[in-house]
C-alpha cells in the first residue's frame, strides 16, 4: 500500500514539474503565456511576472511531492515511470488543449 502512494504522489509530482516548466522558461523569456490567472482562465495570456511565480509555485509542489514524499531514487524503475508518466500525461493534455491556440495542432 505505502508503494502505491508513493508512486501516486511521483505521478502527481511529474504533474506539477511538467506544467512549471513552460510558465517558468515562458516568464523568463519575458513572454506572455496562458495560465488559469488569465481571462478567460486557461486560454487568455497572463504576464511574464505572473507565469515566473506560477511556474516557481508548480516547481515547489514538485519538489515536496517527489522528494519530500517516501524514499525518491532515481534508480528505481518504479519511482521514475510514475514520475515519467505524470509528466507525459500532462504534456500530452497540453498540446492538445494549447495546440489550438499556438498553432501546435496544423
Not at 22 to 50: C, D, I, N, W, Y
Amino acid at each position: 500500500m505505502v508503494n502505491w502512494l508513493q508512486d501516486l504522489s511521483y505521478f502527481f509530482g511529474g504533474v506539477f514539474l511538467a506544467n512549471a516548466i513552460p510558465h517558468f522558461v515562458s516568464g523568463t523569456m519575458g513572454r506572455p503565456f496562458q495560465s488559469p490567472f488569465a481571462k478567460p482562465p486557461g486560454e487568455g495570456l497572463s504576464s511574464s511576472m505572473v507565469n515566473v511565480i506560477w511556474g516557481f509555485v508548480n516547481f515547489i509542489a514538485a519538489y515536496f511531492l517527489i522528494i519530500r514524499v517516501g524514499e525518491f531514487d532515481v534508480r528505481d524503475a518504479q519511482s521514475i515511470i510514475a514520475l515519467g508518466l505524470g509528466a507525459l500525461a500532462l504534456s500530452v493534455m497540453c498540446a492538445k488543449r494549447f495546440g489550438r491556440f499556438n498553432g501546435g495542432n496544423l
